[in-house]
């Protein structure tokens, strides 16, 4: 099952994909130099971005997508490509609309900001002052629930939701399943990205309020923004233009999605949208027309954990660099259908990639693909030489992570430091400094206490994994 309503934004790409940024790259170059809607000869730039949507369909595991690519407000591309309908065959209009799971978090983070813009709601206050909620002891302020550093357990990793999840129940069941279970880690130590956290979040707006959630979002979010064609999902209502969702089992194997139940997803992942309706809103939300420019600013700058840690995620969004070019993204993943939104603010781009399947390559590699294509190839900077002893890092690190123990083994191989996580092959990363190496968008900060290296901080930007070295 799928059900993970998973934050997919990866700021790495298959092969493939960088062969069509860079075929894009040369196909521009002479003119463009692949800098994007400056240049004159945007049709170039145009037919380039269509190509690599057309090559990311051919895959047997991607039946359709929808692709928005808009800078400076000009429209690049607004198309669909494959099929809504696999079994009718029918093929993908500009406007279908798609379920865009944990795109859906951003959505519940403005809420909750606008509430607190009116004295309703305070991010400082303990979650129990406005729900009915066993913290087990903890102070878990209403701010931790929007930057998965709450250390609650997420429901979606139990194993118990398997059942729930085509059940049609009151809410209070799940926040009954949630508060038995022990929390992951103190509140602000880490950050594991938490779908019970936005749960909580939905009901807390209903709660302050006195709306549903599903009102709430359609008269303060998707009205003022033009969002027409957007709507809380169902599984059972009828809508025009709403695309089919299919599950990857296996690769090139395609089936009609699991079922899924929208009462559950609901705060942290139950909205549906179309490309042009996420341009919209991604116009509204960075271009002051939604928050105060207090309220934005806070949206979009994580804060760090309890020891001064810095993090990547701040509210229903990651904020990062790519290749000198902030990005403020999240992606999505749900039952059927996957997802990638990202704006470029020093760029003025928006890019939205929908997907009606869970299949490889997956709407980030596009989404990314496309950013290369009107951006220039992001290069990584050169790695950094390690001065220092790499043998005193080796062993193991093991610690929580998204519903599982994760296991990272440093080894040094020919001078080079190793890192070999859960089953996965061995890889080198880069040095950045100051203890830190990366491979993408992941990077891997070793702790030194007292004299020994006593943990590993792993950081995939929706994650922030305190590992403790198990061999000293």
Not at 251 to 261: E, T
């Amino acid at each position: 099952m799928v059900v993970s309503f998973s934050q997919s934004t990866m700021y790495t790409i298959p092969d493939v994909m960088r062969a069509w940024a860079l075929t894009a790259c040369v196909l521009s170059s002479v003119l463009t130099g692949c800098v994007g809607a400056q240049s004159s000869d945007r049709e170039m730039l145009v037919a380039a971005l269509d190509s690599a949507a057309r090559a990311h369909v051919e895959s047997e595991s991607v039946p359709g997508i929808s692709v928005a690519v808009v800078q400076h407000g000009a429209t690049l591309l607004m198309q669909g490509y494959g099929f809504v309908d696999l079994e009718w065959g029918v093929p993908t209009p500009p406007d279908a609309s798609y379920e865009i799971g944990s795109i859906t978090k951003q959505f519940t983070a403005v809420a909750a900001l606008l509430l607190v813009e009116e004295g309703r709601l305070d991010l400082d206050a303990d979650l129990t002052d406005y729900l009915d909620f066993d913290t087990q002891g903890y102070s878990v302020p209403v701010r931790r629930l929007l930057d998965h550093t709450s250390g609650i357990k997420g429901y979606t990793e139990m194993p118990i939701f398997g059942e729930l999840r085509t059940s049609k129940l009151p809410r209070d069941t799940l926040v009954r399943m949630v508060e038995n279970e022990p929390f992951e880690f103190e509140p602000g130590t880490a950050l594991i990205y938490n779908n019970s956290a936005y749960f909580l979040l939905g009901l807390i707006i209903e709660e302050v309020s006195g709306e549903s959630y599903e009102d709430f979002i359609e008269r303060r979010l998707f009205d003022p923004s033009e969002m027409n064609d957007s709507y809380y999902c169902s599984e059972t209502v009828v809508r025009t233009n709403r695309a089919h969702g299919y599950d990857v089992t296996e690769p090139n194997r395609v089936i009609r999605k699991g079922y899924i139940d929208h009462t559950w997803p609901y705060a942290a992942g139950s909205l549906c949208s179309t490309t042009s309706d996420l341009v919209a809103w991604n116009q509204a939300l960075h271009g002051g027309g939604l928050l105060s420019a207090t309220s934005y600013k806070a949206m979009t700058t994580p804060a760090p954990l309890e020891d001064g840690t810095r993090v990547r995620y701040a509210m229903g969004l990651t904020v990062a660099e790519q290749g000198g070019h902030q990005v403020i993204a999240h992606g999505g993943g749900i039952n059927g259908f996957t997802s990638d939104g990202r704006y470029y603010p020093d760029d003025d781009l928006i890019i939205v990639v929908l997907q009606n399947s869970t299949g490889a390559p997956g709407p980030g590699a596009l989404g990314q693909a496309l950013a290369q294509t009107v951006l220039g190839d992001f290069e990584d900077t050169a790695a950094a030489p390690f001065g220092g002893d790499l043998e005193e890092l080796t062993g193991s690190y093991v610690g929580p992570a998204r519903g599982t123990e994760l296991s990272v083994i440093a080894s040094v191989n020919n001078g080079r430091l190793e890192l070999k996580m859960g089953q996965a092959s061995k890889f080198e990363p880069n040095y950045r400094g100051d203890l830190t190496w990366n491979r993408g968008s992941q990077e891997f900060t070793f702790v030194r206490k007292g004299e020994r290296i006593a943990e590993l901080r792993f950081d995939n930007m929706s994650g922030h994994y305190v590992l403790r070295r198990n061999s000293l």
